[in-house]
Structure formats: C-alpha cells, structure tokens
C-alpha cells in the first residue's frame, strides 16, 4: 500500500528565516505531487504541482518555492517567511489513471510565522 | 461566484441521524467529484470519488451527483460520533489540468 509522510508536524518560525518542508511518498513510482496551502476560512488552495523530477508548474505566484529532486520526494521551500506564509501545508501524490486521478493527503505540516 | 460552494456549518446531528452534505458549482465542464473527510489537525482523506451523474454507494456513504443542477450530495445513514470532522467536496474538469477545485467543507458534529 501507499503511504505519504510529511515533517515536520508543526513549525514555528520568525518572519524573515528560511523554510524546508518535506515530503515523501512510499509504495508507488511516478506519482503526480502536490503541495496545497489551507488558511482558515480560505478552503485548500494548490501552490505546486510536480509530474516528474525537476518539473515544477507554479499555479499562484508567492513567496514560496518547490523542488523535486527524486521521483517520491517533493520539497517546499522558502527564503524569507512572510508573516501570511503561516497556515496548514498539505503535500498529496496522485496515479494518473487516463484522464482520471485521484489525490491522496498526507497529515499535513502546521506552520506559524511570528 | 466562486466555482464550489460549500455551507461551512456546523451542522450537529444526533447519533444514527442520515446526515446531508451539499455542494454546488457553476462550472460545467466538472465531470469528476470527490468528498474527502477531514479530521482537526489532519489531512484530508478521500471517501469518494464519482464520474458524471448518478449515485455512488459505499457502506454508509452514497455521493450523488446532479449535472443539470450543478449540485452533489454526501449522504451518511447511521452517522456515528466518529464521523464528526469536516466534509470537503473536491471537483475537476477532467482533461484539463491537475488543479482540484475545493470547497471550504461543512463542520459535522454527531453527538451521542
């Protein structure tokens, strides 16, 4: 079966320091990798997407990156945290099936900027 | 208008209540709908997932799936305390791009 895994749990960073969030994904290969920002109120919003290693499409320009260096590892990234970089950060991995997919969460990493 | 409308709740039932959970769009090129459930502090996990119209059973669960309303539905018979968490309808167009279209998801309380 599949797992994903996301560190850390929680965060918590002073605005202007740099960022590493991780993902990985277990038990699948070319997986479809996602990384979603959820603020309260605001509902889940797609940041990054990856179909494959080193192909990243940005879908909301921010202050935030992304890398993929292997094919189940997705990096979220940044070099100054704003204050409004703070919220929920969730990675998903996807098995494109034709034009179908489904996506799957992982548990999520808590990040609070102070 | 935003293109998934969700009622954010909270919405309480008792124990062994049939709960309905509803979502409307106003893009109709969405062929593909999902509802995922979300406990406080975790991820989201899918509980369905339906292509077009009609109706979809699993054990408990039924997605309903209305196109010419631009409506879907989430049905829970037997709701138990456990099902308390936060509901997410998910849809996209399924041939153009990866991006899902969220709602904010509706709060359920089942109490005993």
Same mark, same amino acid.
């Given at each position: 079966?599949? @797992? ?6 929680? +965060? ?6 740099? !960022? ?7 038990? @699948?290969? $070319?997986? $479809? =990798? ?11 919003? =797609?940041?990054?997407?990856?179909? #494959? ?9 921010? $202050? !935030? ?10 990096? +979220?990234?940044?070099?100054?945290? +704003? =204050? ?5 950060? !969730?990675?998903?991995? #996807? ?10 969460? #992982?548990?999520?990493?808590? !990040?609070?900027? =102070? | ?17 049939? %709960? ?24 989201? /996990? ?10 979809? /059973? ?51 309380? %089942?109490?005993?």
């Amino acid at each position: 079966s599949q @797992t994903i895994h996301q560190w850390p749990a929680t +965060l918590v960073q002073p605005v202007g320091s740099p !960022l590493s969030l991780e993902c990985t994904v277990e038990g @699948t290969s $070319n997986p $479809n =990798l996602y990384w979603y920002r959820q603020a309260a109120g605001r509902g889940l919003q =797609l940041l990054f997407y990856s179909v #494959g290693i080193g192909q990243i499409s940005s879908e909301v320009p921010q $202050n !935030l990156s992304a890398s993929r260096p292997q094919d189940r590892q997705f990096i +979220l990234s940044s070099k100054k945290l +704003l =204050l409004s970089d703070s919220g929920f950060y !969730l990675c998903a991995w #996807g098995k494109p099936r034709g034009k179908q997919e489904t996506q799957y969460f #992982g548990p999520g990493t808590r !990040l609070l900027v =102070l | 208008q935003k293109e998934v409308e969700q009622d954010p709740g909270p919405l309480s039932v008792p124990e062994g209540a049939i %709960v309905s959970l509803n979502c409307t769009y106003s893009n109709s090129a969405f062929q593909y709908f999902m509802w995922y459930r979300q406990y406080s502090r975790k991820g989201p /996990e899918l509980l369905m997932y339906t292509y077009s119209s009609g109706n979809k /059973e699993d054990g408990r669960f039924t997605a309903q799936v209305d196109k010419s309303s631009k409506y879907i539905s989430l049905f829970i018979r037997d709701s138990q305390p456990s099902d308390s968490a936060t509901y997410l309808c998910a849809m996209r167009v399924t041939n153009s791009g990866y991006a899902l279209n969220f709602g904010k998801g509706t709060s359920l309380l %089942v109490t005993p």
